[in-house]
């Protein structure tokens, strides 16, 4: 691929705030190359102007370049094999329909040695609020380990509370990890994770379709989140409160038909409300363990959760339970006695009763029946 | 109605062990009156005797009513104005269908003064594990509380743990509710619970399908469990493990066609695990307070939360989101910059500013433009 291409994809980053929809188009029918240069001169139709002419003079692409080598990082176009063109499906996807959660980014700048379209192959988006408690971020961290442990990328956004304990969980099992920014991939933000952006990299990839030195700002958080949400197969709510920008993704997380998932917490915390909406209102599944994770977003069949929960606790059933709970536990009784407590009549009883020895739950004495030892105690109806 | 037919029901349900389809089925075809004759005689089809032969011989119908009577309390029949035939059609429905949790009482030991049929007119059941966390028993009580003093009974199995918690929440708000029993109304199990069990026909009502001095066992549990959730026009279980018997009053409250609800707890906790099972498969809705239970059960229209939860945020959205994001907080900046910034063209910069202005969130000042001090902060995104 040439250079050509790359400055070009560069320039375009720059010049217009995402998503921009109609430039994306253009690109895809002009070529970027072609794009870059009418855009560059005006000569665009009114759609496209608009989304460029504030900015099109803003042309510093070979610095951007030159400033991201220097940091160790790249830029990633369409153009290049490590491009995560099946996860971008979705976005071209809604993009057609019109949804603004659609349009894939021009371009994205890296910071990693990881391959881009390899860390997106299995991967899940752990999201939450900022403003966590101890039991979210707990909750991140395991799942973040979990996910990582087992060789699913976990994709956050590297914000205080939930991101931050989701990416460190990542970390900490040595697993692969996507941070994707909402200002350049040069800008530590929040501040108080720029060890943690620095760390990053070594294990996975930071990645913001901002070019280099460009701020955060609301909107940009908004428009990011769309990122998070189609790398994922499926994204996990750990917490958030009613007004939480995890819910934003977790809007686009649906458009894109992604899994939405949340995690169930105590009702008494508002941090867990929003999750909770979630939950009532059908939109999420609830997620209690990794695995559960991992079922939900797996290829079908290999990652199903081992069906333990609906274990037979082994008791007998119908007739067999009421004459088993009539039998006494220490001194013995007679089969007559058994079908007048328990109410089935004498026949049943004197063919059940050998059945239950037979199962170790009654055992036959001189003086007639009465439980056996072995027998299982009264559990918690 | 004759002490005739009341006599009949008080013999036949102690003669049969619940739920006997067949007997309540000869009962309906020939009266209690001469379905009870019959019984004692042995002259029953097959199926009937099968149920009653190993108790045919047990006829202390006036003893019972008597002891009954000397408790302060009365056998409930069908033929009684106050027999909750509205809730128990759910029952007949699903006998029907063949259902084992089917098939109304033939009778209903009662121990209150309130009116059964009035006390569950509008009813929920809350159920949960006798091995109940701190959590669960506060969100038990705060249930049962918030529910009795909106006026709905509050039904539940007086056992230890979450059971208790939810009668005791409703009794603190000198509101109705029903223990409904796995042993004769006589019979104060748990004996822990002898003083709850006291207090609950000052209040409300406790009840069994059960004559006077039958001991709890294992599979009344089970039986008893069906009529919990027929009373309620919904059941929440609060906490639950994965074998809780609290499930098997989930699966008789699906089976019978009423709103099955679960509270979300923490996911670190086994005694929400079965809850959050109920979720997960869809079998259970989750509801996070009271209002959300009422909702969830109550009259359309009547009951319905307030929509309290999607409050727009009042902030600005798209690109005029883009332009107040654009603007500095201290010092002033000129439209062009903002539209540098913001990526908005020029003109719609110059469009939006004086709307912003408008809305407090934007301020003109001699050397341009900036945010207004009433302006909001960056939120949680």
Request: with cysteine.
């Amino acid at each position: 691929m040439s250079d050509e291409v790359r400055l070009a994809r560069a320039y375009l980053s720059r010049v217009a705030e995402p998503p921009a929809g109609a430039l994306a188009a253009f690109v895809s029918a002009v070529g970027p190359v072609r794009a870059a240069a009418l855009v560059r001169r005006g000569q665009v139709p009114g759609a496209v102007d608009s989304q460029t002419s504030a900015r099109r003079a803003e042309d510093r692409a070979e610095a951007d370049l030159a400033a991201m080598a220097e940091l160790g990082g790249r830029l990633v176009v369409p153009e290049d094999e490590e491009w995560p063109a099946w996860p971008f499906t979705a976005l071209d996807q809604a993009a057609a329909q019109g949804l603004r959660c659609g349009v894939a980014p021009l371009a994205l700048w890296v910071r990693g040695e990881a391959e881009l379209s390899t860390l997106t192959e299995r991967a899940v988006a752990v999201v939450g609020s900022r403003s966590s408690t101890g039991y979210g971020q707990h909750v991140a961290a395991e799942f973040g380990h979990g996910l990582a442990a087992s060789g699913v990328t976990v994709v956050s956004g590297a914000a205080y509370g939930i991101d931050g304990a989701a990416h460190r969980g990542a970390l900490a099992a040595g697993g692969p990890t996507i941070a994707v920014l909402a200002c350049g991939v040069d800008i530590a933000y929040p501040r108080g994770h720029q060890g943690l952006l620095e760390r990053i990299p070594h294990h996975g990839l930071v990645v913001s379709e901002y070019p280099p030195g460009l701020q955060p700002a609301r909107h940009r958080f908004l428009t990011r989140n769309r990122l998070i949400a189609a790398f994922g197969e499926g994204t996990v709510v750990v917490e958030a409160g009613r007004r939480s920008g995890a819910k934003n993704t977790a809007a686009s997380t649906s458009a894109l038909g992604r899994v939405l998932m949340a995690v169930p917490g105590p009702i008494t915390s508002s941090s867990s409300s929003g999750c909770h909406d979630l939950l009532r209102s059908g939109e999420a599944l609830a997620v209690s363990s990794v695995a559960e994770v991992i079922e939900s977003t797996g290829r079908l069949g290999v990652d199903l959760v081992e069906a333990t929960r609906n274990t037979e606790v082994g008791l007998p059933q119908g007739e067999a339970l009421r004459v088993f709970e009539a039998l006494p536990l220490d001194s013995a009784t007679s089969a007559e006695a058994v079908s007048v407590e328990s109410g089935v009549e004498l026949a049943r009883v004197r063919a059940l009763l050998p059945e239950l020895e037979l199962i170790e739950l009654a055992v036959r004495v001189d003086t007639g029946w009465k439980r056996s030892h072995e027998g299982i105690s009264r559990g918690d109806t």
